[in-house]
């Protein structure tokens, strides 16, 4: 519907025409569309007066509502507005601001905040595109990806943004003030915030493009951006168990190896990765085929590997080498492009040498039939061999000596400068469709290098790449991990560990690396993923020493814990896909009222329920002369811990109780994380287990931490299949009233096959009581 009305303003006659989604106008040149997506989401189209194009978005899925508007003008300014949003456009100038239902001002543009650009882009006329904003003074925003920046609150500092072997990189940002900006923009694009303007710049644009969203807090921003982009599948259990892996191992034998000598020690297990060169030499660099004589019978070492209850995925790039059937199906098809990636030799021997160049070469995943060509090959010959899920490495992807030129190499959807930044949406999105189509009896499971917004919807867990084993490195990890699940993406981790050893030249001699690891581990179990990786040295537990030995048994305490958390893991999965929930939750997520919480980048909740602080000082190792350190346990040291306003925490360990709003200094000896649950929380704890499936929860502990009321609502489902989006699950919801200190286990809802009938919670309240009660479906009142 296109209804023309006019206005008589300031500046004379105005004209704008109402659509079925908002306005169309035309202001000094500039065409604006303003279009309600959802009552709390507004899309703003601009473009040069009588530029035609055509935007058809890679991100955003998500179909709009239909939203009831009002649109009343004031002199120059029009209002548009529904239940949940305010949008003001001055007809004069084109500034656009931004208002919550109650009349607060959230955001506005600059005026004169616009700029188009005319640019080349490779023979095809464009523009680079602009728009700037003004921000409160003190207003902490979050987001941009996953930077290595160290940066919590992404305020003061310019950025490009361009997908990187270490950085994942999201045009997207949102505000403690409960709203988020989505630029939907591939190109390569710098943000800038200062003093004068908070801004976005793209290099090629044929409009300006961006999704404004009020969510009234970061989880409903959260929620607003994966109605946009897309909602979060369930992962399989098992994906939240313990992962081993290394760069890389090199025979059958010794990845079988490695799971079996984790079941003989009685360390839980769930998952392993077969690295690089599986098929052979670089020049047949990711045949995806077993063409390497050391795995001589690759079906038999996935049954081995089954056999003893593990997973295996495996890697799987975007470059092709030469003499690789996938290179010479879409080479024929003009399927490759021509800049230079990951091998660049023909040799392994390090440094490269270009003598013998490897001629690999990136596929143009944006092209669906070069898609199509990708999964065929994992079809045939990786999936029927019974492989668990796909280690999709350099999905950014690896681009070597840049030139400008590059830039204009031609993709399916235009220059590559004109969609950089979606590349890994694509080729992650194109296995995920693929492996959707051919079968629901296995939830797809993907581990990728790189992300673009809407990634989540695509089975994918995101590490931040071949990061450097420090202390410094391992503690910015924090701040890459929040900011990135405040993008709407809640899947990721990090190596633990680090990937390269440079400063550790003596590798697992160095106590101090070792100190490194064990404390890496200890936030690896709180990550959405609990994966052990890097090259120069293995990182299995048996490599640290040996039961009775320090580092040995904090690796191993905290691999046991993430077991016993997997019922708290498995419901928090469940609510990210049901309720737009998120695993990692920077503090300013639960207590955006502390402002003190706003910019700490080293605490965060994992769930609801649990403050997670990760030590990342050194703390057991000294110098005995100018080379050699040693360990020395003999001190304990502590670590400095805010315990955030609005709630009352209970230390972990030792159940101590304290207030929230105030630094506590904690010990830490070297099996020991600051760690803190929240008072009300109901915290669920799983048997003693090998591997995630091991034992049905049966006899499941709930913990129940009295200071508040609180609720827990306990998902079970077939763990490993999409049964899920039919409806076959099932959920318990447990209720305390701390004042009647009564626990309250509802009515069982749902159902699904093999589902528990009946079972025992053994209840604990954290002050000393104790109940055990018969559960068999039917609600049930308990007094504590």
Request: proline share 5%.
């Amino acid at each position: 519907m296109l209804t023309t009305i006019f206005i008589a303003g300031q500046a004379g006659a105005q004209t704008y025409q109402r659509t079925t989604q908002g306005i169309k106008s035309t202001i000094q040149g500039t065409g604006v569309e303003i279009s309600f997506f959802t009552p709390s989401t507004v899309r703003i189209l601009k473009s040069p007066e009588g530029w035609n194009y055509t935007k058809e978005s890679l991100s955003v899925v998500g179909k709009p509502e239909n939203v009831k508007l009002s649109v009343t003008s004031k002199g120059n300014v029009l209002t548009i507005k529904s239940n949940q949003l305010t949008v003001n456009l001055n007809q004069e100038t084109g500034q656009t601001t931004f208002a919550s239902p109650s009349g607060k001002s959230l955001l506005e543009e600059q005026e004169k905040g616009v700029r188009f650009d005319n640019i080349n882009d490779a023979g095809v006329k464009s523009f680079s595109v602009y728009q700037s904003f003004t921000l409160e003074k003190d207003e902490a925003i979050y987001g941009l990806g996953q930077l290595q920046n160290g940066k919590m609150s992404q305020r003061n500092q310019t950025k490009r943004l361009i997908q990187d072997n270490l950085e994942d990189v999201i045009t997207f940002f949102q505000s403690v003030k409960g709203y988020g900006i989505f630029w939907d923009n591939y190109s390569p694009t710098t943000f800038k915030d200062n003093e004068e303007e908070t801004s976005f710049l793209s290099e090629v644009g044929d409009c300006i493009d961006y999704y404004f969203m009020y969510g009234g807090n970061a989880d409903g921003v959260v929620a607003q951006m994966r109605y946009l982009t897309g909602e979060v599948p369930m992962f399989p259990l098992w994906t939240y168990g313990f992962w081993q892996s290394k760069e890389r191992y090199k025979s059958q034998k010794e990845i079988v190896g490695v799971v079996q000598k984790y079941r003989e020690l009685g360390i839980p297990l769930d998952g392993i990765i077969q690295d690089w060169r599986y098929w052979g030499n670089n020049y047949l660099w990711n045949a995806m085929d077993f063409l390497n004589e050391e795995f001589p019978d690759p079906k038999k070492m996935m049954e081995d590997i089954h056999g003893q209850n593990a997973h295996m995925i495996i890697s799987i790039w975007s470059s092709f080498g030469p003499h690789t059937k996938p290179y010479r199906e879409l080479d024929k098809e003009n399927m490759l492009f021509n800049f230079a990636t990951w091998p660049e030799s023909g040799s392994f021997k390090w440094p490269p040498n270009m003598d013998y160049p490897a001629g690999a070469r990136v596929y143009d995943a944006y092209n669906p039939k070069a898609r199509d060509i990708y999964w065929k090959y994992l079809n045939n010959n990786l999936l029927p061999l019974g492989i668990d899920g796909w280690w999709m490495d350099s999905t950014e992807p690896d681009h070597f000596h840049i030139k400008p030129e590059d830039y204009n190499t031609q993709t399916y959807l235009g220059s590559f400068r004109k969609v950089r930044n979606a590349y890994p949406l694509m080729t992650v999105g194109g296995v995920y469709d693929h492996q959707r189509a051919v079968t629901s009896d296995k939830r797809v499971f993907i581990l990728t290098r790189s992300a673009f917004a809407g990634q989540q919807r695509y089975g994918a867990n995101t590490w931040t790449g071949d990061i450097t084993a420090s202390w410094e490195v391992f503690e910015k990890q924090i701040p890459a991990g929040l900011n990135f699940s405040l993008c709407g993406i809640p899947h990721w981790n990090s190596d633990i560990g680090g990937f390269f050893l440079w400063q550790h030249p003596l590798m697992l001699e160095d106590p101090d690396y070792r100190e490194l690891y064990a404390r890496w581990v200890q936030f690896g179990a709180f990550c959405p993923m609990m994966r052990s990786h890097g090259e120069g040295a293995p990182r299995e537990i048996y490599q640290f020493g040996k039961k009775g030995e320090p580092v040995y048994d904090a690796i191993e305490k905290y691999i046991h814990l993430r077991y016993s958390l997997l019922p708290y893991i498995y419901t928090t999965s469940w609510e990210v896909t049901a309720n737009q929930s998120s695993f990692m939750r920077a503090l300013a997520m639960d207590f955006a009222e502390d402002r003190n919480v706003w910019d700490i980048h080293n605490q965060y909740m994992f769930g609801k329920s649990l403050l997670v602080c990760p030590v990342t000082q050194p703390m057991y190792t000294k110098m005995v002369s100018d080379t050699v350190r040693v360990e020395d346990f003999s001190t304990v040291k502590s670590t400095r811990v805010y315990l955030p306003a609005g709630s009352d925490w209970y230390d972990f360990w030792t159940n101590k109780k304290q207030t929230g709003g105030q630094y506590i200094q904690k010990d830490t000896p070297i099996d020991i994380m600051p760690l803190y649950v929240k008072a009300g929380s109901i915290l669920p704890r799983g048997p003693e287990v090998q591997y995630a499936t091991e034992k049905k929860w049966d006899n499941l502990e709930i913990q129940i931490y009295p200071g508040n009321n609180g609720e827990f609502t306990l998902y079970e489902d077939e763990n490993d299949n999409y049964n899920y989006e039919k409806g076959m699950y099932s959920t318990i919801a447990m209720k305390w009233n701390d004042r009647a200190r009564t626990f309250t286990i509802e009515d069982r809802k749902g159902d699904f096959k093999g589902m528990l009938k009946e079972r025992n919670f053994n209840v604990v309240t954290i002050d000393g009581l104790r109940k055990t009660v018969s559960y068999n479906g039917k609600k049930m009142v308990i007094k504590l």
